[in-house]
């Protein structure tokens, strides 16, 4: 009999929906684009009078060329970034980074101390060896995992100049990844672009790191979905959202497949095995970064351990989660999908 698996849903209130729509005026009071970027769509949506469109168009492109400047700094898909250079250099000598990326980093070596290490950005040789390992369909060998392991440990290994702002890595062959706390990141100086051109009502969603602000178009708190982690389709839960950040992480987009076995794209940096059991983790958060490393850190954590860390720390009381977990057989259970 194949191992039963529990769906098992936490209290809590959550978000994260994403477009697919054209760039355009979606009605009267509200502009909405789609752009491609960081390796998935991003989406804006104004509220704004139709004799303010044309100023809202001007700032949804300045939100944009933001959105964009901040993958330029922090892609490691890229070889000309600043992250890029930080990965080639930073063992051989400190690397001066922008006031952004330093920030990020900051916030990303706090997060790992706050997160008994589940949140990581040093993780990025344990994500190169499965990604190559799902692209050879072979699992790692424990040599493999224990020598990327040895790179592993932000609070540990990295070393920050806050005058010089400048990153240095305490051992050779170490890499950062900022793939669970950038977008979040992005978001939050997206928004702030936004209130500067005089725009207070908003949603940005990138690739499920989304921030609201204000109203929607008829003056009501917006409504947002948690997206159903296993339907294309559909939602879980449908949220009413005002000045909160809401980001969803899950095994449902990004993962390998090896021996027919799925493995998920978030790792435990303390295992150097990929996460399981966590289907879709979505966190509340007062900001977008602190929303995107806690959905992070929670699909390491586990459910229990994620709260336990939440509740230590009044910095994180604003923070809420939905957290739904299931085994990999617990899929081969469900009905299928009905074509719409
Ligand atoms: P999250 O849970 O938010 O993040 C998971 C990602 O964080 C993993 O993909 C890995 O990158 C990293 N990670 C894994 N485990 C941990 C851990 N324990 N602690 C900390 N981090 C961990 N994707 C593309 O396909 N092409 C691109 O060109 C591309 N460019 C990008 C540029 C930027 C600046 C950013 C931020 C992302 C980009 N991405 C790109 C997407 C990126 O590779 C991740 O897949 C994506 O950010 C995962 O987001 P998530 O919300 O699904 O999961
Ligand atoms: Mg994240």
Redesign the pocket.
Known sequence: MKRLALLFLILAVFAGCGGKSGGKAESGNLYKETQEL???FATVRVVAGKEDLPRAQEAVNKVFACLRH??DL?????EDTEVAQVNREAFDHPVAVSAETFEVIKAAVQFAKDTDG????T?GPL?KLWADAGKAGRLPTQEEIADALSKVGAAAKIKLDEEKKTVQFAVKGMSI???????GY?VDRAIEVLRAAGFQDAIIDV???MTVIGRNADGKKWTVGVKNFFRKNGYVEQVEAENMAV????DY??FVVINGHRYS?????RTGMPVEGAASVTIIAGDGMTA?AW???A??LGSSKALELLRKDAKYDDCQMLFAACTQGFRDYLAPEEEK
């Open positions: 960081m390796g998935t901040m993958e922090m892609s490691f898909h890229r589940a949140f990581d950005i993780v994500v990844d900022l793939g669970g706390i950038a977008k992005a690739g499920g790191n980001s969803t992480s899950g987009e990004r794209h978030i790792i435990d940096p995107d959905s992070t850190a699909s390491v």
